[in-house]
């Protein structure tokens, strides 16, 4: 039965959507199944695995709007072992679409009820808002993996979504888990880096992971050329960073398991 982790950060341009690729192509270039599902009506995750958004036969809209069921919406990457339910600007209207629908906080959930045993991870990536969208993702996944960039408002920024995710647990998913804090864009010659990444682990604690990811201009590339970093330059320090960002996920799931037992 797959894991289900939300990438979630009410913030753009924290390095969400290039955590969920990259993190989705590194678990699956260690032979796990995974499926990648791009909730975010940019669909940059889509483009970034190679994807064109042109003439998509079956989206996430559709998947949520209840016009396809999400087993004929996924399609397989060109990076092996990884497989993604694409979005494109139709998603937009769903925000609005889904305020009169019944049961429209578990709709993504109830779809990937149907094709978790097919997979070990599912990375949902979500919009930069706490919208209909978002809870969908939360409610869907079983914890929430974070991406901060190390800035002044860090901080602030992400108690927002931990607020939401409280609510969450209250309402509609008590058992939604905080996967881990991810430091990125890490630039450790800066005071404001060591000194944001500093409070954030002494709030946080053990939520922050061990892995930062660096600054990277091959990350930065690798969208452009529909690639996950791994396949782009699989030497460069974001290629490393989020293979140990993998091993540290899988670390944790482990753990989790094992506690449960």
Same mark, same amino acid.
């Given at each position: 039965?797959?894991?289900?982790?939300? @990438?979630?950060?009410? +913030?753009?341009?924290?390095?969400?959507?290039?955590?969920?690729?990259?993190?989705?192509?590194?678990?699956?270039?260690?032979?796990?199944?995974?499926?990648?599902?791009?909730?975010?009506?940019?669909?940059?995750?889509?483009?970034?695995?190679?994807?064109? +958004?042109?003439?998509?036969?079956?989206?996430?809209?559709?998947? *949520?709007?209840?016009?396809?069921?999400?087993?004929?919406?996924?399609?397989?990457?060109?990076?092996?072992? *990884?497989?993604?339910?694409?979005?494109?600007?139709?998603?937009?209207?769903?925000?609005?679409?889904?305020?009169?629908?019944?049961?429209?906080?578990? $709709?993504?959930?109830?779809?990937?009820?149907?094709? $978790?045993?097919?997979?070990?991870?599912?990375?949902?990536?979500?919009?930069?808002?706490l919208d209909h969208l978002t809870l969908n993702a939360l409610v869907a996944a079983d914890s929430v993996l974070i991406p901060i960039q190390c800035e002044f408002f860090a901080l602030e920024g992400v108690s927002q979504l931990?607020?939401?995710?409280?609510?969450?647990?209250?309402?509609?998913?008590?058992?939604?888990?905080?996967?881990?804090?991810?430091?990125?864009?890490?630039?450790?010659?800066?005071?404001?880096?060591?000194? @944001?990444?500093?409070? *954030?682990?002494?709030?946080?604690?053990?939520? @922050?992971?061990?892995?930062?990811?660096?600054?990277? @201009? $091959?990350?930065?590339?690798a969208p452009s050329h529909g690639k996950p970093v791994l396949a782009y330059d699989m030497r460069s320090k974001g290629a490393e960073s989020y293979i140990k *960002?993998?091993?540290?996920?899988?670390?944790?799931?482990?753990?989790?398991?094992?506690?449960?037992?």
């Amino acid at each position: 039965m797959a894991k289900a982790i939300a @990438v979630a950060n009410q +913030k753009g341009g924290v390095g969400k959507t290039t955590t969920a690729i990259n993190l989705a192509a590194s678990l699956a270039a260690s032979e796990l199944k995974t499926l990648l599902i791009d909730i975010d009506p940019q669909g940059n995750t889509t483009t970034g695995v190679g994807i064109p +958004k042109q003439d998509l036969p079956a989206t996430s809209y559709d998947v *949520l709007i209840g016009t396809k069921e999400i087993s004929q919406a996924i399609q397989p990457t060109e990076f092996q072992g *990884l497989h993604i339910l694409a979005a494109d600007k139709n998603l937009v209207a769903a925000n609005v679409e889904l305020i009169d629908v019944e049961n429209r906080q578990t $709709r993504l959930r109830d779809q990937l009820a149907t094709i $978790r045993d097919r997979y070990d991870f599912i990375i949902i990536d979500c919009p930069p808002a706490l919208d209909h969208l978002t809870l969908n993702a939360l409610v869907a996944a079983d914890s929430v993996l974070i991406p901060i960039q190390c800035e002044f408002f860090a901080l602030e920024g992400v108690s927002q979504l931990i607020d939401t995710i409280d609510r969450i647990r209250e309402s509609l998913h008590p058992t939604l888990a905080i996967e881990g804090i991810l430091l990125t864009m890490f630039d450790d010659r800066t005071n404001l880096t060591r000194q @944001v990444a500093a409070d *954030l682990k002494d709030f946080f604690q053990d939520q @922050v992971f061990d892995t930062v990811i660096p600054r990277s @201009v $091959r990350l930065a590339e690798a969208p452009s050329h529909g690639k996950p970093v791994l396949a782009y330059d699989m030497r460069s320090k974001g290629a490393e960073s989020y293979i140990k *960002l993998a091993k540290e996920v899988l670390a944790r799931s482990n753990r989790t398991q094992q506690a449960g037992q």
